[in-house]
């Protein structure tokens, strides 16, 4: 019925407590037939012989070898050669407690969903980690529903699970083989309006964790414009997986247009973008003169700014009408204060390492600044100003099960 994945790389010194830790729990308290496959991938030190031996010492393990390196391969390469039903995962430290096993897969079982995650976003999950990895973590996530609309609440969260006729339409359109392999299946399936059931997690980090946080963070983000770009240009055949897979629950989903909707709010975005940026060039020069660098910035940014989210509310995202106008005015005023606040700063460097610069290094500066400002703009208007409660993309970030073609947190 399961087919339990833990992939490893170099972690002889945790390994077998942990394969002893999961397969005991299997054995007696869970409720389904259930194998444990150790995925290594390239390991270099001894982890390799250990998993082979407990292969051989506990009922119900297996081993898989790759000679790459890869979370992301894998999972890939253990999950299609399986033959259960539901294929899941979880990381070698069990940071993850075991008791949500059971409602991570029960959906599965039953037919309800193709797709199902831990979150540790969620306000029932009980999580301890440093501040550095949370806050990296949510500002990840927003990325996500800015750039790509994601509706889940955690990508990274190693505690997944997919029924394999999903698994078998889904894997072979996720490229990534590394640490983004879990966002761009999450992704993939949900444009192709496939369901992903949330299950909120007890989570400890694992203090001697080994990844490189910030490299990998860089490598997603990377992952991130891979992925907008290709289904702007409609390169992914989506449409082909929903055709070869059933229905589940109560109502069938609804296919979202891949990148289409994201696509012309871009296009439409960076015209707006274009426009404002100059009237600001041309005010900051006007007004620099009589009233000096920093109240003209602040005039100029502060003009262009209403000027912005006014455009960006109509033209951009289809909001008409004067129903929270004021709000969105007031929100736009929020995200300047961020731009202010780079602009400024930018220009209060570049006085202390060249007093006097010329007001043409000046506005270089600034211009600089805005554009750097930009892609975090675009996303706070997308998954804030100018989120509709009754738009299924922008659905709570804490919602634990969306349904698409209702477009209902439950």
């Avoid at 297996?62 to 050669?81: E, F, I, S, Y």
């Avoid at 894997?171 to 299950?199: C, Y």
């Avoid at 007001?359 to 500066?365: M, S």
């Amino acid at each position: 019925m399961l087919d339990l994945v833990i992939p490893v790389y170099d972690e002889e010194a945790g390994l077998e407590r942990s394969v002893r830790a999961a397969r005991h729990f299997l054995d007696t308290s869970f409720p389904y037939p259930a194998r444990l496959t150790i995925a290594d991938n390239a390991s270099r030190d001894g982890t390799l012989a250990i998993a082979r031996r407990l292969a051989d010492d506990l009922d119900g393990v297996r081993v898989v070898h790759l000679g790459a390196k890869g979370r992301g391969r894998a999972l890939h390469t253990a999950w299609l050669g399986s033959d259960a039903l539901v294929q899941a995962y979880m990381d070698v430290d069990l940071s993850t407690n075991l008791g949500a096993l059971l409602p991570l897969v029960a959906p599965l079982v039953s037919g309800h969903s193709h797709l199902a995650i831990g979150t540790r976003l969620s306000r029932a999950s009980r999580v301890v980690r440093g501040p550095r990895r949370e806050v990296i973590s949510r500002c990840y996530n927003l990325v996500l529903r800015g750039a790509l609309a994601a509706r889940f609440s955690d990508a990274q969260c190693g505690f997944k699970a997919i029924r394999a006729d999903a698994a078998r339409e889904l894997l072979p359109l996720v490229a990534d083989t590394g640490w983004f392999f879990d966002t761009e299946l999450l992704v993939l399936a949900e444009k192709a309006g496939l369901r992903i059931h949330e299950v909120p997690v007890d989570w400890v980090d694992d203090p001697d964790s080994r990844v490189d946080v910030l490299a990998t963070a860089r490598d997603d983000l990377r992952g991130v414009v891979r992925v907008a770009r290709d289904l702007a240009a409609g390169r992914i055949p989506l449409a082909d997986v929903r055709a070869h897979l059933p229905l589940v629950g109560d109502s069938p989903t609804t296919p979202v247009e891949p990148g289409n909707v994201l696509l012309r709010q871009l296009v439409r975005f960076a015209a707006v973008g274009v426009a404002c940026t100059a009237a600001y060039a041309v005010l900051y020069l006007l007004l620099a003169g009589p009233w000096g660098a920093q109240a003209a910035n602040v005039t100029a940014l502060l003009v262009t700014a209403v000027a912005n989210t006014a455009a960006n509310r109509r033209l951009t995202f289809g909001v008409r009408g004067r129903e929270r106008a004021v709000r969105h005015q007031g929100q736009g005023l929020a995200v300047l204060a961020l731009a202010w606040s780079l602009t400024s700063g930018s220009l209060a460097l570049l006085h202390a390492l060249a007093p006097g610069a010329p007001r043409a290094a000046e506005l270089t500066v600034l211009v600089v600044a805005n554009l750097a400002a930009t892609v975090l703009r675009f996303v706070l208007l997308r998954s804030w100003v100018f989120r509709s409660p009754a738009d299924p993309a922008q659905a709570p970030a804490l919602a634990l099960t969306t349904t698409p073609a209702e477009g209902t947190p439950r």
